[in-house]
């Protein structure tokens, strides 16, 4: 979540409302690509589709509009900028990404109608004291910190209006618009994949189901002190509410100027709380959001937030893994092509129909991947190009029209995830040492 939003715009909550804006968002795009393309022809070129699209003035008018939509519309950006560059052209990459720092939030007038129906026209009364200036706004909802009238120090996120009731046609229309890109295939089926966004954006619209797994994180790491998860308060909370313990702490992106044993220490943290969810739990944070982390200064703590996109998978998900680590990590170079492809075939990175060429493009990418986890001692993120490696090799493979194979949903949630911890590693420039890490779970 965007901390300390800049300022406040009413929601549009009705289902004319948000087609009126995405037709206006539509109507802007159009008008400026008729624009370019008539500059172009006069200039002798020949406009492409994706290229009249993809432009500065068109950049502003989609992340205007889908940050003024919230909701799934703006989440769908968010998604499609975060660790699915392969997916979408950069230049739409690059729009959407804007909209992670997008702080738009209700405005009073509309924050008052929304509680007013949640909690009833006297809720005031039940607070000694409640922050209207959001902390925290996001796609989904904002943050705002309260007190109680039993002197509870909460933290309470609250839904946008008509969120939940424009999921579908949101992810539909934003849709539209990367296919309107022409970088993906016609050719390729995405209903599948669409039909999962839906389902996981209205889990995480529903802050009823967000409790349920904020406690039972609660509970998974009772064991674990360096976690903090904020304690439920749930006489406050319903399916558009979510109250919790106000936890302090500083965004886990801000210690980029940290010291380097904190550093390390907060990666370390995260990479074995990911191992643990995928090997011991068997369920998941799947939304590796920066903003989902904070660093408790005082009692030298990571405080984990937003348990919305928590997926639950079955044992054989975690059997898979493993043995894929067992077989990446194998002394034999024949014996690791042989278990990583089976692996691989199993968890559906590729399928047993795609070409000999593409699997061992696939299998390639993973070997790259797998060089951090071979070493020996620390692993510094700030001193490797795996990233660029990894993105460069996963482009190539795209521009093949012929290549294109979408992985179950499962497999795309669990791979978005490492991914994005990697990132952060190489943001804070953190050390790690892999090997220590992985050693329970080959």
């Known amino acids: 979540m965007a901390s300390f939003p800049s300022r406040g715009r009413a929601v549009p909550s009705g289902r004319l409302a948000r087609l009126a804006a995405f037709g206006s968002m ?16 006069a ?19 989609i992340t205007g509009q889908l940050a003024h939509l919230r ?11 975060m660790g699915s560059s392969d997916l979408v052209p950069t ?5 959407l990404a804007r909209l992670r720092a997008d702080g738009q939030h209700m405005p009073p007038a509309q924050l008052q109608t929304v509680l007013d129906k949640q909690w009833g026209k006297g809720w005031r009364t039940r607070f000694a004291r409640f922050d209207v200036r959001p902390i925290a706004a996001a796609s989904i909802g904002q943050v705002h910190r309260a007190q109680t ?59 009823a189901r967000e409790a349920q797994c904020l406690a039972r994180f609660g509970s998974l790491l009772g064991d674990a002190p360096d976690f903090i ?50 090997f011991e739990f068997q369920v998941m944070q799947t939304d590796p959001n920066f903003a989902n982390y904070r660093y408790d200064r005082a009692q030298d703590r990571l405080v984990l937030l937003d348990f919305g996109a928590t997926r639950q998978f079955g044992p054989e998900v975690a059997d898979r893994y493993r043995r894929l680590l067992v077989a990446g990590m194998a002394p034999d170079p024949a014996a690791v092509r042989a278990g990583t492809r089976d692996a691989m075939l199993d968890i559906g990175f590729f399928g047993p129909d795609t070409p000999e060429h593409h699997q061992t493009s696939i299998m390639a990418m993973f070997e790259t991947g797998m060089v951090p986890l071979r070493m020996t001692g620390m692993f510094d993120f700030a001193a490797t190009d795996l ?29 978005r995830k490492f991914a994005g911890l990697f990132l952060l590693g190489n943001r804070l420039k953190a050390r790690v040492d892999m090997g220590a890490l992985l050693a329970p779970y080959r």
């Open 26 to 41: 539509a109507g802007g795009v159009a008008g400026n690509m008729i624009a370019g393309g008539a500059r172009a022809l």
């Open 43 to 61: 200039r002798g070129e020949r406009p492409s589709v994706a290229g009249l699209l993809l432009t500065p003035g068109n950049a502003a008018t």
């Open 71 to 81: 909701g799934a519309a703006m989440k769908m950006g968010q998604l499609l900028s």
């Open 91 to 95: 230049e739409l990459s690059d729009i």
């Open 149 to 207: 009238r039993d002197g509870r120090d909460v933290a309470i996120k609250i839904q946008y209006p008509g969120v939940r009731q424009s999921i579908d046609s949101d992810v539909d229309n934003v849709a539209t618009l990367v296919r309107l890109t022409g970088m993906m295939p016609s050719s390729l089926d995405i209903a599948p994949l669409l039909s999962e966004a839906k389902r996981q954006l209205h889990e995480e619209a529903d802050y």
């Open 229 to 278: 998860v904020p304690g439920l308060h749930a006489d406050l909370t319903t399916s558009d509410v979510l109250a919790m313990d106000f936890v302090p702490g500083v965004a886990v992106e801000s210690l980029e100027d940290a010291p380097q044993a904190t550093r390390d220490r907060i990666m370390t943290l995260l990479l074995g709380l990911l191992l643990r969810e995928l």
């Open 387 to 415: 990233t660029k490696q990894i993105r460069d090799e996963g482009l190539a493979m795209a521009a093949d029209r012929n290549f294109w194979h979408l992985p179950p949903a499962d497999t795309l949630f669990l791979q």
